[in-house]
T-cell receptor
């Protein structure tokens, strides 16, 4: 199993550009999550989804959008990139149940210059 | 609301000596607690989890953690450090918020293992 796959691994954007970070999982998990990790910090939740067609905001949603049209895919959209969005982005997925173990992708390192 | 405090941002140990990474939490409800490890330029990997069963939890690679409700602590230990243990470790609390169980991460502890 591939688990959670994120693309691209690295990206440099200019201020005001837009891009989509891709995330796909092959574990048939109903829950999916997007986090950002700033240097020296823990992860902060951006958006999450409890199933296809259902999304909700996390702790730091401003400047981002998501959609969930299939169980497998949960793309994260940056519409007008700003330097404050320079970060490492992690996608995760889980079953909902006891313990709620989240499985993480390898991350996308994004720089906005 | 829940929160997690990792008491040390950096810990250095010599290879073969014990490891102790400290974590305190606060939560209004009975939490699930986790330790994740992140090796450089890698995603996060689950080390172990506590979900209200046994208070002493065994994880992968020889790591253990003990849930102490009276002290609101969930410290991570390993009897003998190995060079491959050098990584960043995150203590995480999980509670229901909104429509999903959400994770709150500590700020991380960087473990250095000296030869």
């Amino acid at each position: 199993n591939a688990g959670v796959t994120q693309t691209p691994k690295f990206r440099i954007l200019k201020i005001g550009q837009s891009m989509t970070l891709q995330c796909t999982q092959d574990m048939n998990h109903n829950y999916m999550y997007w986090y950002r990790q700033d240097p020296g910090m823990g992860l902060k939740l951006i958006y999450y989804s409890v199933g296809a067609g259902i999304t909700d905001k996390g702790e730091v949603p401003n400047g981002y959008n998501v959609s969930r049209s299939t169980t497998e895919d949960f793309p994260l959209r940056l519409e007008l990139a700003a330097p404050s969005q320079t970060s490492v982005y992690f996608c995760a997925s889980s079953y909902e149940g006891v313990g709620n173990i989240q499985y993480f992708g390898a991350g996308t390192r994004l720089s906005v210059l | 609301a829940q929160s997690v405090t990792q008491l040390d941002s950096h810990v250095s140990v010599s290879e073969g000596t014990p490891v102790l990474l400290r974590c305190n939490y606060s939560s209004s409800y009975s939490p699930s607690l986790f330790w994740y490890v992140q090796h450089p330029n890698k995603g996060l990997q689950l080390l172990l989890k506590y979900t209200s069963a046994a208070t002493l939890v065994k994880g992968i690679n020889g790591f253990e953690a003990e849930f102490k409700k009276s002290e609101t602590s969930f410290h991570l230990t390993k009897p003998s450090a190995h060079m491959s243990d050098a990584a960043e470790y995150f203590c995480v609390v999980s509670v229901f918020s909104g429509s999903a169980r959400q994770l709150t991460f500590g700020s991380g502890t960087q473990l250095t293992v000296l030869p």
